[in-house]
């Protein structure tokens, strides 16, 4: 027997959660739009936001690392195109802030790019860090942990083959995680190409208001053919969250570090969080449940 805590319960507009008794078992296929290498049976995904990004620099092989160390469920990480089209993964337009480099990372080919120091900013003992490919983040992943690949708004073009969509997809089928991954961005272009490019892969529109026009999680999961809603974990409203369990739809929200914000938006039914700290959700999420 397990005891499990009912989150979704809305009672007078207040969020309450109630413990109750149950038998374990198989979560439905529809609850989370893709495969975990280490699926615990909670329906909920343990995302490290950029790697463990609170403790090692952002998007670097050392913050992936250190996110299967501490038993994350899933890396989020962001990707873009170098000059000589290959797929980098970092987060920001221009290499300033992250990297001993200046100027739009689309500017440089991945040669330049693999010569800059991407973990000094966070730390002098992060120095040999460097800029990784999708291709580097698919070798280590595959067979340990699922990926959310976000795809920045800048690498996509209106061109439906060639592109940062098409090349990301052939990495993934390359290693042969199609089932691990799902690919979102705050583009919809990118999310309709994705779509168009492969029928089954998932993919999760992020909020971006002026794009969804007013519309609710189901009607831009209809519109796209997506498979889950990712959105900034302040934005998220009862009105979302009714609308999202109606139809069946996970909801992963970011990004989201504070105890007491973790715990809330638990209760609130999401199926998973993205944290720049997944040890401290880790041992959250472990301990809503308990053997009799």
Same mark, same amino acid.
């Given at each position: 027997?397990?005891?499990?805590?009912?989150?979704?319960?809305?009672?007078?507009?207040?969020?309450?959660?109630?413990?109750?008794?149950?038998?374990?078992?198989?979560?439905?296929?529809?609850?989370?739009?893709?495969?975990?290498?280490?699926?615990?049976?909670?329906?909920?995904?343990?995302?490290?936001?950029?790697?463990?990004?609170?403790?090692?620099?952002?998007?670097?092989?050392?913050?992936?690392?250190?996110?299967?160390?501490?038993?994350?469920?899933?890396?989020?990480?962001?990707?873009?195109?170098?000059?000589?089209?290959?797929? %980098?993964? &970092?987060?920001?337009?221009? *290499?300033?802030?992250?990297?001993?480099? $200046? @100027? +739009?990372?689309?500017?440089?080919?991945?040669?330049?790019?693999?010569?800059?120091?991407?973990?000094?900013?966070?730390?002098?003992?992060?120095?040999?860090?460097?800029?990784?490919?999708?291709?580097?983040?698919?070798?280590?992943?595959?067979?340990?942990?699922?990926?959310?690949?976000?795809?920045?708004?800048?690498?996509?073009?209106?061109?439906?083959?060639?592109?940062?969509?098409?090349?990301?997809?052939?990495?993934?089928?390359?290693?042969?995680?199609?089932?691990?991954?799902?690919?979102?961005?705050?583009?919809?272009?990118?999310?309709?190409?994705?779509?168009?490019?492969? %029928?089954? &892969?998932?993919?999760?529109? *992020?909020?971006?208001?002026?794009?969804? $026009? @007013? +519309?609710?999680?189901?009607?831009?999961?209809?519109?796209?053919?997506?498979?889950?809603?990712?959105?900034?974990?302040?934005?998220?409203?009862?009105?979302?969250?009714?609308?999202?369990?109606?139809?069946?739809?996970?909801?992963?929200?970011?990004?989201?570090?504070?105890?007491?914000?973790?715990?809330?938006?638990?209760?609130?039914?999401?199926?998973?969080?993205?944290?720049?700290?997944?040890?401290?959700?880790?041992?959250?999420?472990?301990?809503?449940?308990?053997?009799?």
């Amino acid at each position: 027997m397990i005891l499990f805590y009912s989150f979704l319960t809305l009672f007078s507009g207040i969020l309450i959660f109630i413990p109750t008794i149950m038998t374990a078992q198989p979560i439905p296929e529809h609850s989370l739009p893709v495969k975990l290498y280490s699926d615990n049976g909670d329906n909920f995904i343990v995302i490290a936001h950029r790697g463990a990004s609170a403790y090692y620099p952002e998007n670097t092989m050392a913050a992936f690392k250190a996110a299967y160390e501490m038993q994350a469920e899933m890396i989020e990480l962001d990707i873009t195109l170098s000059s000589d089209g290959q797929v %980098v993964v &970092i987060h920001d337009e221009k *290499l300033d802030r992250t990297t001993s480099g $200046k @100027g +739009k990372v689309s500017d440089f080919t991945l040669q330049e790019l693999k010569k800059l120091d991407a973990g000094s900013w966070f730390s002098d003992s992060f120095s040999e860090e460097k800029i990784p490919t999708l291709e580097e983040v698919l070798h280590f992943a595959k067979g340990k942990i699922s990926l959310n690949i976000e795809i920045k708004s800048e690498a996509v073009s209106n061109s439906l083959h060639g592109g940062i969509e098409e090349k990301s997809l052939k990495l993934v089928k390359k290693y042969g995680m199609e089932e691990y991954v799902l690919f979102s961005s705050f583009n919809y272009h990118a999310l309709s190409h994705i779509r168009e490019l492969d %029928v089954e &892969i998932a993919i999760a529109p *992020l909020y971006e208001r002026k794009q969804s $026009k @007013g +519309k609710l999680p189901s009607q831009l999961i209809n519109q796209y053919k997506a498979n889950a809603f990712n959105c900034n974990f302040k934005k998220l409203s009862k009105r979302w969250i009714g609308d999202a369990s109606k139809h069946k739809i996970p909801i992963f929200v970011y990004t989201v570090n504070k105890e007491r914000h973790l715990k809330k938006m638990i209760q609130s039914g999401v199926r998973g969080i993205f944290t720049d700290k997944p040890d401290v959700l880790k041992s959250i999420v472990e301990n809503l449940w308990e053997t009799n």
